[in-house]
């Protein structure tokens, strides 16, 4: 049972590692060429006076992408100095307390993510003229993306991936 489950969440997880990996790509690539282009007009003509919205808000959306990316990989920094020392059942079991924790975490960016979007849905930004709604879409968004990965993660340290 834990071990189907495991692999369910593991194919969610990998799809959608792969879908933030893509996704992350397009928006660095966009990101690049518009502030290329804001270098080059401003040097060359007058300012764009939409570029740098447009670059934060992508920055934001590469920020969420680019956690849940990091923890699909686990790369995101961690202290294992002390952590190593202990016995591997210990390690085990502050694992799963730090992954715990994480969890709850996200879940709350994800519910207030989205309330924070219900509210701003009808504020629009000064340069681009779109729905704020779009930009704070990154927080629930980024947090449904890591919560899989994390859960994928507590299914792993459990042991149910151990039958693969």
Known sequence: MLSRLYRTVKRISDA????ATFLAVIVLVVMT???????????FFSALSWSE????????????LGASMGIKRKAHIAVTFAVSSLPPKVQRWLSLVVYTLSLY????????????MRFQ??????????SMKYVYLSLPVG??????????????VLGAGRWE
């Open 16 to 19: 959608t590692d792969a879908l």
């Open 105 to 116: 975490f996200f879940v709350l960016v994800i519910i207030y993510g989205f309330k924070l």
């Open 53 to 64: 919205e447009l670059s934060r808000y992508l920055m934001v959306w590469l920020t969420f």
């Open 143 to 156: 947090g449904m993306l890591c919560a899989v990965h994390i859960v994928s993660n507590i299914l792993e």
């Open 121 to 130: 849905a009808f504020q629009v930004s000064a340069g681009l003229g779109i």
């Open 33 to 43: 060429v518009v502030i290329t282009a804001q270098i080059v007009c401003r040097f």
